[in-house]
């Protein structure tokens, strides 16, 4: 076997690892799900070696996704941390053998502090299933590694059910979007979500009309204005907005006799319009759903603040 399909095989002894996972999913899961749901304190996981890497990641996958959440490791619980936790709070435990003796040393504390454990083990009859509140199966048959000792499947499979319970958290929590936006505001998803039209609108020299303004001068005025519109004003009021398409389509309509005619002749009296505090995902809809390349930023009086196009939103 070469290089290329040892490596093959390690990825189809995971993938089978994680569909043996469902067979096993029964009402202790949905119990676990409810409890967390339920929880009005946070959800401290915990475990030792690979299980604690994997415990850190569903602690941080819980958190930023609605669920306050983090990863403690036993060891730290005998120097203080204990004092972190409440009886309001839920722990999640995790050890493949569910029989590993610093975390074991550790659940008669949180029991005793009546806080319940959701087990995580490939051992239905360890001893952390014992104590367990609710246990998840998160057992394999075999390691990917070709020792069937370095942990592989079992730490896949346990990673797996932690991205489950979060999902299924989600969904429960109707968690949307702007929420996950709002625990990550520095990611690129979070910038788009909470990036607003006042923050990305051309606010300077904007291409400005009136309705009587002759087609000849208004071509002009949208080739200088670089945005590829130009906005008619009447009394400081939005009247209708020209696009280099209407002027192109006059062009073909009127040829010769495009100079005869004003911009009343083709604007739109009714173009899209958005307010300062509207997302740019929302505006993004918009122009989607219009097939168009800007909108018209505005305040409560109908009065011109600026113009978000399709390249404004590319963040």
Known sequence: MNTKEIGIQAIKDEAEALLDLIPKMDDQFEKAVELMLNCKGKV???????????GAKI????????????FINPLDVYHGDLGVMTKDDVVIAISNSGQT??????IPMVLHTNIPIIGMSGNPDSLLAKYSTYHLNVGVKKEACPLNLAPTSSTTAALAMGDALAIALMQR?????????HFHPGGELGKRLLTTAQDVMRSEDMPILSSNTSLG???????????GLGVAIENGKIAGLITDGDI????????A????HVVSD?????????TPDTKITEIQRVMQKYKIHSVLVVNKQNELLGVVDHYSCMI
């Open 44 to 54: 401290i996981v915990t475990g030792v070696g690979k299980s604690g890497h994997i």
């Open 59 to 70: 602690a941080a996958t819980l958190a930023s996704t609605g669920t306050p959440s983090f």
């Open 101 to 106: 003796d610093e975390l074991l040393r550790f």
């Open 173 to 181: 929590r109707n968690f949307q979007p702007q929420d996950f936006a």
């Open 217 to 227: 001068e208004a071509i002009m005025i949208v080739s200088e204005g670089k945005l």
């Open 248 to 255: 192109r389509r006059a062009i073909e309509r009127w040829k």
């Open 257 to 260: 006799e495009l100079f005869n």
């Open 266 to 274: 083709i604007m739109t009296r009714t173009p899209k319009m958005v």
